[in-house]
């Protein structure tokens, strides 16, 4: 069973926020009261103050007397919901002139926690017996007169609010409305039809989100159709090898269709690698490692990898680096980065050439240079060299074609940059790689 209120709520937020900023102010204000209260004269004192100039002109002891029973009656009439003041008139002697017939003794009233007290008045003298104030008696006078003073402010303060509360989110609802009858095909942007200020930016991020998801699946679309055309070769050489493998009559013809059938498994292989590795990179920015680890060291051991390939193809490989390189950014991009212009160089340089990899660190970057003294690379393939499917030294020559483009993808990812550059001696093809890394 769902609950009604499982949701938060603007509405009742508001109304909370509004309850509890009405209690502060009631509480300041008591607060304030509380403190003008104790900070003012006695009661006693007052009565002096206000009745001493009046009492002083009478000195008729009736007509006094008549005066100070008025005056009880008028304080007992403001005070019906506590114990009772007892006023008392004496004269300059301390006679009494006038008091309550039903005011007990003194002794009684200071039993019964009354203070009393005597303060002179023209010629007379008043005897105040004020009772006990119980400790809420306080409390409850400031609430009777802030209570409802705050009981008028409340609906006049919360029904404006919720009132525009409820108009500011207008827009949003008309946004979600908006957003349902979107297909989830549909990345265009959002109209500008909320024109709240403070909902733009809002707007603007939510379009800002619609164009990278549209950008994101015009390159999955594209990433699928250029791999399931690159995959169409090597599968279609794959059954037709297979197919000879199985009509061979003779042992020559079923080694030639085993090695081709071979080869092109290879080449399937090493293309679905490839698109693995780019569709990785793709995905998310690789985490940088908590520790350092030496870049020097990572060149050492991929050339000493590469180099029973390079020596059978005839090829010299040189490295110049530092003994040592310590770096902390992804590891993994850097290494897909070399991995791949080495392949490249390997691949596409003939036998007798020279493949130099320089590894060079600045104050704040970090240079990997990869180049040889090959056939280099032709003008009219170097505006596109690095898109994905486009194969260097001659389209004939096989490959993958996406191995510069994984060396783009996975140098952006590390915030760097690469670009083709100079080869050696003046001729073949250079690629340079600046990383803004700056080594430990």
Request: charged share 15%.
């Amino acid at each position: 069973m769902k609950l009604r209120h499982a949701h938060p709520s603007l509405g009742r937020r508001l109304v909370f926020t509004l309850t509890l900023a009405f209690g502060l102010v009631l509480l300041v204000l008591m607060g304030k009261d509380y403190l003008e209260f104790t900070q003012q004269p006695s009661l006693g004192q007052q009565l002096s103050e206000n009745l001493g100039p009046l009492l002083g002109v009478v000195e008729d002891p009736a007509s006094a007397a008549r005066l100070t029973q008025q005056l009880e009656q008028r304080i007992q009439q403001t005070n019906r919901r506590h114990a009772p003041f007892y006023l008392a008139l004496l004269d300059a002697q301390g006679a009494l002139v006038y008091h309550d017939p039903t005011e007990p003794a003194p002794a009684t009233l200071r039993a019964q926690g009354y203070q009393i007290q005597t303060t002179p008045a023209g010629p007379w003298q008043l005897r105040l017996a004020q009772p006990p104030l119980p400790s809420t008696t306080l409390l409850e006078l400031l609430v009777e007169d802030l209570g409802p003073y705050l009981l008028i402010a409340f609906p006049c303060i919360l029904l404006p609010l919720m009132l525009a509360v409820h108009l500011g989110l207008r827009p949003l609802r008309q946004l979600a409305a908006h957003l349902d009858q979107r297909s989830g095909e549909d990345f265009s942007p959002l109209p500008p039809a909320l024109s709240y200020q403070e909902v733009q930016p809002m707007l603007g991020a939510f379009n800002g989100l619609l164009a990278r998801l549209g950008q994101q699946r015009q390159r999955e679309q594209a990433f699928i159709h250029d791999a399931a055309h690159e995959l169409r070769t090597p599968l279609a050489v794959i059954s037709a090898q297979a197919h000879l493998l199985a009509r061979a009559e003779s042992a020559a013809e079923r080694s030639a269709a085993q090695a081709g059938l071979e080869n092109a498994l290879q080449r399937a292989a090493h293309l679905s690698h490839q698109l693995l590795t780019l569709a990785r990179l793709e995905q998310a920015p690789p985490t940088p490692p908590a520790q350092a680890w030496d870049a020097a060291a990572l060149a050492q051991q991929l050339l000493a990898q590469a180099f029973p390939r390079a020596e059978a193809q005839g090829q010299q490989l040189a490295l110049e680096a530092p003994d040592s390189l310590p770096v902390r950014f992804p590891q993994a991009a850097f290494h897909s980065i070399l991995q791949n212009l080495l392949d490249n160089a390997l691949h596409y340089t003939p036998a007798g050439s020279q493949i130099q990899i320089r590894l060079e660190a600045q104050a704040s970057t970090l240079h990997l240079t990869v180049a040889d003294d090959g056939p280099g690379i032709p003008e009219a393939l170097r505006s596109k060299l690095f898109e994905r499917f486009v194969r260097g030294a001659g389209l004939h020559t096989p490959g993958s074609g996406l191995g510069l483009a994984i060396v783009q993808e996975a140098a952006r990812q590390l915030g760097g940059s690469v670009q083709l550059g100079p080869g050696l001696e003046g001729r073949g093809a250079g690629f340079v790689l600046t990383l803004p890394a700056a080594p430990i």
